[in-house]
């Protein structure tokens, strides 16, 4: 195939949005081509480690018997940290150890993008590796191209989608946006640690293949800051990281290296890592601005899919993966319906946006629309309010002798001397609503659907 022809679609960015677009439209017979800045797709790309599946198993069924994957996600541990001390809750269920496995796996990106790429690539996707697309080129106010830093350095199509990761810099330049203020976006830094699968298994309670994600918050994690800790199970791995708010680290001036430290060198993640040894270092952008800040994704000849839009869930789902995959395909169905019109201008792309309201992506979205916003207005409910609640477990189990109930009067009284219990009523109310997605009403009437 000769690159200086015009094709059906290029795709700029080949994470899971990029390459789940260019695997649809060329499945459909589009020609498509990918531009991947790093060396291969994959090289380059970062998640925390929990890969949401629903869509990849759609186009690829029973996927994880080819693909590779680290461990199905069949504990889900939430673990509050003081300086010193922990207070966790876990789920597991041995329905997420069958197939689909509730559609999480932990994965490392450079592997599984690596591999989904391929996939692409075998459906006729045309991938061009180690390539930087500088600018749209247009004809009017039509999307028409691409201008690349490579020889043949502009190349057209029919409709372009950007896919380029949180950081993206064509909507920018595209005046699609404005640019992204430092409490748009969260910072992550994340270490791989080898480990022997036996002892990871028995370390995290696992039965032989099956993985935990864990979620920590409070002091503990990231030394006050707005953000959360992880540590998810690999094969013969462990991916350890921490994500904060980048404006926080600014107005804190703590650089992101320094809070990973800081969480590692808990006794609960000390434990987890004993015996361990670091196999390498990596950091991410993850946008966080939202539903309210959200731009213009479909115009004349283009779509922007995935992180670049900015789906990302920053409730306690911590969603990202599978929005970034739905978009790519919702994108690439759009582009199917625009190739047998014979028209890609923006009234017939604008049936990308009909695909995504009517999917999860953009419903979750919306219901979550406050979560970012409310966690910066009340940041005590990753401080203060996990910090009592530790203290007053720690005051209750505490054995002394006394009779139990002077014991509990002691340690509620503790609790209401630190705290304002109607605020933290009114706040968990809040948080239920703005970050749970639940409605306390729920549980004396139940919804019908």
């Given at each position: ?26 499945r ?27 869509v ?8 994880w ?14 673990s ?42 075998a ?17 009017g ?24 990761g ?13 640019p992204?203020?430092p409490d ?11 480990l022997?699968?036996?002892?990871i ?19 503990g ?9 992880f ?68 115009g ?12 990302v869930?920053?409730?306690l ?8 995959t739905?978009?790519?395909?919702h ?51 990753l ?28 340690a ?18 809040r ?15 139940p919804?019908?659907?």
């Amino acid at each position: 195939m000769a690159i200086e022809e015009k094709f059906d679609v290029i795709v700029v960015g080949g994470g899971l949005a990029g390459i789940t677009a260019a695997l649809v439209c060329a499945r459909a017979g589009l020609e498509t081509v990918l531009f991947e800045r790093g060396e291969y797709p994959g090289s380059k790309n970062l998640s925390g480690g929990v890969l949401f599946t629903p869509v990849i198993n759609q186009l690829i069924p029973e996927f994880w018997n080819q693909a590779p994957i680290e461990r199905p996600v069949t504990k889900k541990l939430f673990s509050f940290l003081s300086r010193e001390r922990s207070l966790a809750f876990e789920f597991s269920s041995r329905e997420f150890a069958k197939p689909p496995y509730n559609n999480s796996f932990t994965v490392l990106r450079a592997k599984f993008d690596k591999w989904y790429a391929e996939q692409a690539e075998a459906a006729g996707a045309f991938i061009i590796n180690e390539t930087v697309v500088d600018d749209v080129i247009r004809d009017g106010e039509r999307v028409v191209g691409v201008k690349a830093r490579r020889d043949e350095g502009e190349m057209y199509a029919n409709l372009v989608i950007i896919a380029e990761g949180a950081n993206a810099f064509l909507p920018l330049r595209m005046g699609l946006r404005e640019p992204f203020g430092p409490d748009d976006m969260v910072t992550s830094a994340k270490e791989v640690w080898s480990l022997p699968a036996e002892t990871i298994e028995e370390r995290f309670n696992l039965e032989p293949g099956e993985g935990a994600s864990i979620d920590y918050f409070g002091e503990g994690a990231c030394m006050g800051l707005l953000g959360a800790g992880f540590v998810y199970t690999n094969k013969d791995t462990l991916s350890v990281g921490i994500g904060v708010n980048v404006g926080d680290v600014m107005r804190r001036r703590i650089p992101p290296n320094n809070i990973l430290d800081w969480f590692k060198s808990h006794a609960s993640i000390k434990q987890l890592l004993k015996g361990a040894k670091l196999e390498e270092f990596s950091a991410h952008l993850i946008p966080e601005y939202g539903y309210k800040k959200f731009f213009d994704r479909y115009g004349d000849g283009y779509l922007v899919v995935g992180d670049a839009a900015g789906f990302v869930n920053t409730s306690l789902y911590h969603e990202g993966t599978n929005y970034a995959t739905a978009s790519g395909l919702h994108a690439a169905e759009t582009a199917i319906e625009a190739k047998e019109k014979g028209d890609f201008s923006k009234d017939t792309l604008k049936s990308y946006e009909k695909r995504l309201a009517d999917s999860f992506v953009l419903q979750d979205l919306k219901r979550f629309r406050e979560v970012s916003s409310f966690m910066h207005r009340h940041p005590e409910f990753l401080g203060k309010y996990p910090e009592e609640m530790i203290a007053l477990a720690e005051r209750y189990f505490t054995v002394s002798g006394e009779p139990k109930e002077k014991i509990l009067k002691r340690a509620v009284r503790g609790f209401t001397s630190k705290l304002s219990l109607f605020k933290m009523t009114l706040d968990t109310y809040r948080l239920m609503l703005k970050v749970l997605g639940i409605h306390p009403t729920w549980f004396i009437f139940p919804p019908k659907k």
